[in-house]
C-alpha cells in the first residue's frame, strides 16, 4: 500500500473517531434504577423518549425500590424508582452522603392480590389477607376460609411474597400486615415463614399460574388472563372493590399507593426535561397504557 493511500486511511479514520467522540459528548445518558414494579413503564418511557429529544438515551434496570434508592444515594444514577416512599433512615443517609432526596409522585397502582385461575376465593378483607401472610396467622389451609381449590389436594396455601429490598414487599406490609400487628391479630406485622419470595413481580404471577395453592401479591399491570384477581374489602363483612386502574386513582381499593420517581436535588437540564415529559399527557398515558393510574386526568390520543 503506498504511503498516500496509508495516510488517506488513516485520515479518513481519524475523521471516523473525532466524529463519534463528538457525537459521544453531545449525548446524554440518563441512569435509572429500581422498582420492579415500575420497571415496564419506565422501559416504555425510555423507548419513546429519542423520539422526543434524539440527544437524550435513558439506561433502564430494575433490582427493586431499595436498590434504586441505595443506587441514588450513592451517586451511581440519575433517578431511582421506588414503590414506596423512602425511609427516614434512608434520607439521613442521602444527606449525610451530599444528596438532598426530592420526591416524585409518578402514578398510581393497584397492589393486586392474586390466586390461580381455577380457584373460588374471590373475595378477602385486608384482616384475612393480614392473617395468611402474617407472621403468626391463623389461615394456613383453603379449607379455613371454607374454600375447596381444584387441583389443590395438600389444602395447604402456597404463599407468594416478594424480597425484603422490594417496595412491593415493604408496601405490603406497610398497609396490610402491621394495622393487624397493631390490633394483635399477628406478630409484629411481619410476614410467616415459608413464604417463598420472589424476585419480580412477573415471577410471582408465574408462579401463581402454575400453582393451584398460592396466593400472592404484585402490581396490577403484571394481571394476565392467566390468574384471578381478589376483590379486596377494608373490614370483614364490608363491601369489596376490585383492583383496576379506576379504584387506584380514586384510592377506593384498599391497597392502592403511589410510584416515586426520586432525584438527588431538584431536577436540572436534560433530567428536569425527562422528568416534565413523563408527568405531561404523553408521558402519563404512556403509564395508563400499561395499566397504571395517572397522575391526574390526561387526554391520550
Not at 28 to 57: F, R
Amino acid at each position: 500500500m503506498s504511503i498516500n493511500r496509508l495516510l488517506g486511511t488513516a485520515i479518513a479514520a481519524s475523521v471516523v473517531l473525532a466524529s463519534q467522540s463528538i457525537y459521544a459528548e453531545d449525548r446524554t445518558v440518563i441512569q435509572n434504577k429500581g422498582s420492579d414494579t415500575l420497571l415496564t413503564v419506565a422501559q416504555a418511557w425510555a423507548e419513546a423518549y429519542p423520539e422526543v429529544n434524539p440527544k437524550v438515551s435513558v439506561a433502564i434496570s430494575g433490582g427493586g425500590s431499595g436498590t434504586g434508592i441505595a443506587a441514588m444515594i450513592n451517586g451511581t444514577v440519575d433517578i431511582a424508582n421506588a414503590s414506596r416512599a423512602m425511609k427516614d433512615k434512608e434520607i439521613e443517609k442521602a444527606k449525610s452522603m451530599g444528596h438532598e432526596p426530592v420526591e416524585h409522585v409518578v402514578g398510581y397502582d393497584a397492589l393486586a392480590v392474586f390466586i390461580h385461575k381455577d380457584n373460588p376465593a374471590n373475595t378477602l378483607s385486608l384482616e384475612q389477607l393480614a392473617q395468611i401472610f402474617g407472621r403468626g396467622g391463623k389461615i394456613t389451609k383453603w379449607s379455613d376460609l371454607r374454600v375447596k381449590v381444584p387441583g389443590c389436594d395438600s389444602d395447604e396455601m402456597v404463599v407468594v411474597s416478594r424480597q425484603n429490598n422490594s417496595g412491593t414487599y415493604a408496601y405490603f406490609k406497610e398497609a396490610v400486615l402491621e394495622p393487624s400487628a397493631e390490633k394483635k391479630l399477628i406478630v409484629k406485622g411481619s410476614f410467616r415463614q415459608g413464604t417463598l419470595d420472589m424476585h419480580g413481580s412477573k415471577d410471582v404471577v408465574d408462579l401463581i399460574e402454575k400453582t393451584p395453592c398460592a396466593i400472592g401479591y404484585s402490581g396490577l399491570a403484571y394481571a394476565t388472563d392467566h390468574v384471578s384477581l381478589v376483590c379486596v374489602a377494608a373490614e370483614m363483612g364490608g363491601g369489596c372493590v376490585n383492583p383496576s386502574v379506576a379504584t387506584a386513582s380514586d384510592r377506593t381499593y384498599p391497597i392502592a399507593r403511589p410510584l416515586f420517581m426520586y432525584t438527588s436535588g431538584a431536577p436540572k437540564g436534560e433530567i428536569k426535561s425527562y422528568m416534565d415529559w413523563i408527568l405531561s399527557d404523553a408521558g402519563q398515558c404512556i403509564l395508563l397504557g400499561k395499566g397504571y393510574a395517572p397522575v391526574r386526568s390526561v387526554s391520550c390520543g
